[in-house]
């Protein structure tokens, strides 16, 4: 186990400094290595999300395929033989180095796209939809045939939507999205914009946004066994079910273990 992991930790079993990234150092005789540059002292998992936890390297593997099979953290606890806060803990981290390396890893989308927002929430009375109060908005770009990308946001304004959709798409692509008035300002930003009218048709030939409208269905799905998730930990998530179905026909496992092994961004 701790080699299959540390094979997505250094290339070519090259070690470095994980602070200055000076190749040279002194191994010390507990094993660790002490930087002949800056004088840290590190091990082979130093400042990686999977050193945030105690657990094992291969209990860290049953707890990263477990959690690949969307099984709780409670159950997670029990086939695993750890206490729940710990389970809870070691999923929680998975899900901030999901987090991390979505907003560092994700390139431009590009093609035909389609942009949409959605509410999540627990069952309130009152308004549905646009407005809804309590609710937490989301925004979502998909580039059909590719990958999908949310975010909650703040509120759902044109300024909020069109500063991430300028963000997050290359100028000249195609842009489907429905009659929401806060998307009227697509055109003058370097998008081709068409828009599908709901109120009357779903679709009209390739002007629908059938694909956004699948992953609020695939999330809104998933999230109803946590019972409730908190606003502070949503974000967490809905990054992991942006993950979820952006590698629905590929094997997650390997992508799971190879982001716990990244090193957490900004340790100062």
């Not at 070690?15 to 507990?30: G, N, Q, Y």
């Not at 987090?99 to 994700?106: G, I, K, N, T």
């Not at 999230?223 to 967490?236: A, T």
């Amino acid at each position: 186990a701790r080699k299959y992991l540390l094979g997505f930790c250094w290339k070519n079993q090259q070690r470095f400094c994980p602070k200055c990234r000076a190749r040279s150092f002194v191994k010390l005789d507990d094993g660790r290595r002490r930087c002949k540059q800056c004088g840290y002292t590190y091990h082979d998992f130093s400042r990686r999300w999977i050193n945030l936890s105690r657990l094992s390297p291969d209990q860290w593997l049953r707890v990263v395929k477990l959690f690949e099979l969307e099984v709780s953290a409670r159950m997670i606890a029990k086939q695993v033989g750890l206490a729940y806060n710990t389970a809870h803990r070691a999923v929680t981290i998975l899900r901030m180095a999901i987090l991390a390396h979505s907003e560092d890893a994700q390139a431009l989308l590009s093609g035909e796209i389609e942009l949409d927002e959605s509410y999540f929430g627990g069952k309130r009375k009152g308004k549905r939809g646009r407005g809804a109060a309590g609710k937490v908005p989301v925004f979502g770009i998909l580039s059909r045939g590719s990958q999908v990308f949310v975010q909650v946001v703040p509120n759902c304004k044109a300024e909020t939507l069109l500063g991430l959709t300028v963000k997050k798409v290359r100028r000249g692509s195609i842009v489907y999205t429905d009659k929401y008035k806060a998307y009227d300002s697509l055109m003058f930003c370097g998008f081709r914009h068409l828009a599908v009218d709901h109120g009357k048709y779903f679709s009209t030939g390739k002007v629908y946004i059938n694909g956004l409208e699948g992953f609020w269905s695939f999330a809104k799905e998933r999230l109803i066994k946590h019972h409730g998730v908190s606003r502070k930990f949503f974000p967490l998530y809905l990054k992991e079910l942006e993950l979820r179905y952006n590698y629905r026909q590929h094997d997650l496992f390997p992508e799971l273990c190879r982001f716990l092994c990244d090193f957490v961004p900004d340790v100062e």
